[in-house]
């Protein structure tokens, strides 16, 4: 993500509303979920357990993952009853 | 039209922010400010302003209020001295990190220990790294005049500026100051129309800034003082329109010719001047600066016309380890090497034209010593 310089800023550290949709904060992480869909068995722990919404499902299948607010916690993979997800360092 | 009132420098201050009729004032009373605030309440109990006035349980308070007030929208006026000023210290810098468009009264008195109720600049000098726009006063007649000026610069830069003047000297003698009309006021600084308002807008200031923006914030204040100093000038010629007075960053009383310079803020001016004048008479080259606008510094210019004369440096505050903060400042600007410091009139010990005249003569039968303490029992 690009820094605004000084003269880019709004003056006085105003914000305007729906900074969280703008501001992605997915950059923080070391090390990412890669996911195994042959192993995957679709229960959806994944995708309750995910505190930043990150992964989705649709019709009762999980949906890949978005990264743009991920932080790299590791849920998903510590609550993963079939080992389908790794966290991996990132380059 | 102008008229003449007898006013203090309280006084004067009062009158204003009565034309003006801010919509929210918040301050708590201290000497030699409270009359301000004595005066604006009378105003407000008679009906003559509509002000929202917030009494506060201290100075902390007053001038988060004011901020607060402020960014909903308000134009906000306030008065305080010392340790008032002292006890703001915190929000003073949040006032000029959220670009707050205010403008504060500060009536110069010493701070403690010992505790004394008199004038020196120590507490406005103490803030003068904050970010607020500094402008000093002779009389009350420029009490008025700064006024003016500091209203329309504060809501032009968004920065909130602090005007001094000298506690008691200033503040609680009557002269006769040239007042405008309400409705010539009124026009003059027009109607406050905020970028945003926290009433209004869905908006959140005062956010957190970690070291990927800190710097680039406290950069946008130093791009802000630059505008500010070319505002100034401009708002200055407007005002001297209105009201003729001796315009620019400072004074320059019989300089041109003059070998030894004085440079002092506030109140000693007009002493320096009777001096010069009984000086001038017997043939000696002497002359004054007098600095009206301290923050923004006007560097350049004062190098300019300070250029290769004897200058003399007269602080009416001590920083205690160091040498004083308007010598250093003017020793800055002008790479002088040519420059004396001297230390007056602490905690209110007066300063007499005697005083200034020893000054005066040993500076020119280069005798002053570089750093010299006036009027002390040592």
């Given at each position: 993500m690009k820094l605004k310089n000084a003269?880019?800023?709004?003056?006085?550290?105003v914000l305007k509303e729906g900074t969280s949709k703008k501001n992605k904060t997915g950059n923080w992480k070391t090390f990412e979920p890669v996911v195994d869909f042959d192993k995957c068995i679709h229960c959806m722990k994944c995708v309750m357990y995910c505190p930043d919404i990150c992964i989705f499902q649709k019709n009762g299948k999980r949906g890949k993952n978005d990264l743009s607010m991920c932080k790299g916690c590791g849920?998903?993979?510590?609550?993963?009853?079939?080992?389908?997800?790794?966290?991996?360092?990132?380059? | 039209?102008?008229?003449?009132?007898?006013?203090?420098?309280?006084?004067?201050?009062?009158?204003?922010?009565?034309?003006?009729?801010?919509?929210?004032?918040?301050?708590?009373?201290?000497?030699?400010?409270?009359?301000?605030?004595?005066?604006?309440?009378?105003?407000?109990?008679?009906?003559?302003?509509?002000?929202?006035?917030?009494r506060v349980e201290s100075e902390h308070s007053a001038i988060s209020a004011c901020v607060g007030a402020s960014h909903a929208g308000a134009r906000v006026m306030t008065a305080t001295s010392s340790a008032g000023l002292a006890f703001m210290w915190e929000v003073l810098g949040v006032a000029a990190g959220l670009r707050t468009?205010?403008?504060?009264?500060?009536?110069?008195?010493?701070?403690?220990?010992?505790?004394?109720?008199?004038?020196?600049?120590?507490?406005?000098?103490?803030?003068?790294?904050?970010?607020?726009i500094q402008i000093y006063s002779e009389n009350a007649n420029e009490v008025y005049i700064n006024n003016l000026i500091a209203i329309k610069l504060a809501e032009k830069i968004n920065l909130p500026v602090m005007i001094c003047q000298d506690g008691f000297i200033t503040s609680h003698c009557v002269e006769g100051v040239d007042i405008l009309e309400d409705k010539d006021v009124k026009k003059f600084i027009g109607e406050f129309k905020p970028k945003y308002s926290l009433l209004k807008d869905n908006i959140a200031i005062g956010n957190l800034a970690l070291p990927d923006y800190f710097y680039e914030i406290k950069m946008q204040n130093v791009i802000a003082m630059e505008k500010a100093k070319k505002e100034f000038l401009r708002i200055d010629k407007e005002v001297n329109k209105l009201l003729k007075h001796e315009t620019g960053y400072f004074e320059e009383y019989k300089l041109k010719d003059a070998k030894v310079v004085i440079v002092a803020?506030?109140?000693?001016?007009?002493?320096?001047?009777?001096?010069?004048?009984?000086?001038r008479k017997k043939g000696k080259k002497v002359g004054l600066l007098k600095l009206r606008l301290f923050r923004p510094f006007p560097k350049e210019e004062l190098?300019?016309?300070?250029?290769?004369?004897?200058?003399?440096?007269?602080?009416?505050?001590?920083?205690?380890g160091s040498?004083?903060?308007?010598?250093?400042?003017?020793?800055?600007?002008?790479?002088?090497?040519?420059?004396?410091?001297?230390?007056?009139?602490?905690?209110?010990?007066n300063i007499y034209e005697k005083e200034i005249k020893y000054i005066f003569e040993r500076a020119l039968n280069n005798k002053l010593k570089k750093l010299e303490y006036v009027g002390v029992r040592k």
């Open positions: 003269r880019e800023i709004e003056e006085g550290t849920i998903c993979a510590q609550v993963c009853p079939a080992n389908a997800i790794k966290m991996v360092k990132r380059k | 039209m102008k008229k003449i009132k007898a006013l203090t420098g309280n006084g004067a201050a009062s009158e204003i922010m009565r034309q003006v009729n801010p919509d929210v004032v918040a301050a708590y009373p201290i000497t030699p400010s409270t009359q301000i605030m004595e005066d604006f309440s009378q105003y407000l109990a008679d009906g003559k302003v509509d002000t929202e006035l917030i468009p205010m403008v504060m009264n500060v009536v110069n008195r010493t701070l403690s220990s010992p505790i004394n109720i008199h004038c020196d600049h120590s507490d406005s000098m103490g803030a003068r790294d904050l970010g607020w803020l506030s109140s000693t001016c007009g002493t320096v001047k009777s001096v010069i004048n009984e000086l190098k300019r016309v300070l250029g290769n004369k004897k200058i003399i440096v007269m602080d009416r505050s001590v920083s205690l040498d004083a903060p308007l010598y250093i400042e003017i020793k800055n600007a002008t790479e002088s090497k040519d420059i004396y410091s001297i230390i007056y009139g602490l905690g209110g010990r």
